[in-house]
Nanobody, 114 residues
């Protein structure tokens, strides 16, 4: 019943922008924290950002000031606006609900070229 489906990934040059979307089905959004993680090949999964049900947010230092997480509860969707992209941002971006022991999407690939 619970699914998270990411979209919006692609190839972009350094300095460019992308907006990722995570569409949720099932009973996910109610009182749930939503988050974005990322993972590059051979690397550990890395926290990117989260947004609480009260819309408070937190960001990894590596993306602070460049990325913005938001949510639209009416659409059951969480977004990640990524600006000033760098090659080191290249990764599979994964949507998460209810923390690391919660629910995970399959991810969407973001490739930033120099």
């Amino acid at each position: 019943q619970v699914q998270l489906v990411e979209s919006g990934g692609g190839l972009v040059q350094a300095g460019g922008s992308l907006r990722l979307s995570c569409a949720a089905s099932g009973n996910i959004f109610r009182n749930n924290v939503m988050a974005w993680y990322r993972q590059a090949p051979g690397n550990q999964r890395e926290f990117v950002a989260f947004i609480n049900s009260d819309y408070s947010t937190n960001y990894a230092n590596s993306v602070k000031g460049r990325f913005t997480i938001s949510r639209d509860n009416a659409k059951n969707t969480v977004y990640l606006q990524m600006n000033s992209l760098k090659p080191e941002d290249t990764a599979v971006y994964i949507c998460n609900a209810r923390g690391t022991m919660g629910y995970w999407g399959k991810g969407t690939l973001v490739t930033v070229s120099s």
